[in-house]
């Protein structure tokens, strides 16, 4: 499938309100690296902003301290195995306040464990998907994400 078919014409002018805010909750630069990468070789023009733990994320979701003017993102991706606060605490912290439930949350982690699987789901992950192990196959998922989540999905205004 080429870029027009996709809907992403590289000759058609992007409009600001194109462009999708999403927050990337990671603690591995190096899969930040390549998850930004994907989305930018994929040729998405979605905004990714990237913390490193799920305190970093509530304050960044919450626009509090370093993140005041912060934007309210689209969509959540989630790793599990974060530092100071797990990615599901954050589940359950973004699943208790009535301003973030709405907010997909897609798990993207290294875990394939059937437990991690269920659990995500029972805190109402909007969709889990394992980190792949070539680099490539990062293109892929940020495409399937811009094509389903970001194009086709109908999401709720976050401003």
């Known amino acids: 499938m080429d870029d027009r078919e996709r809907g992403t014409d590289p000759t058609r002018e992007i409009e600001p309100s194109d462009v999708a805010d999403i927050l990337l909750v990671d603690q ?3 899969d930040v690296r390549l ?3 994907g989305f930018a070789d994929g040729s998405i023009v979605n905004q990714v902003h990237a913390v490193a733990d799920g305190e970093s994320a509530l304050e960044f979701l919450r626009k509090e ?3 005041e003017d912060a934007p309210s993102p689209k969509l959540i991706l989630l790793d599990l195995h974060l530092p100071k ?3 599901e605490a954050l ?3 973004l699943e208790d306040d009535p301003d973030f439930r709405q907010t997909p949350v897609i798990v993207l982690t290294s875990s394939s ?9 029972d805190l109402n992950a909007n969709a889990y998907i ?3 192990v070539e680099p490539m196959d990062f293109v892929t998922i940020a495409r399937a994400i811009e094509d389903f989540w970001l194009a086709l999905v109908e999401l709720p205004c976050t401003e």
């Open 65 to 67: 301290g370093e993140y």
């Open 130 to 132: 394992q980190k792949p």
């Open 28 to 30: 591995s630069p190096g």
């Open 113 to 121: 464990a059937e437990e991690d699987v269920v659990r995500s789901y």
């Open 85 to 87: 606060l797990s990615g």
């Open 91 to 93: 589940l359950a912290e």
């Open 35 to 37: 998850i930004e990468e």
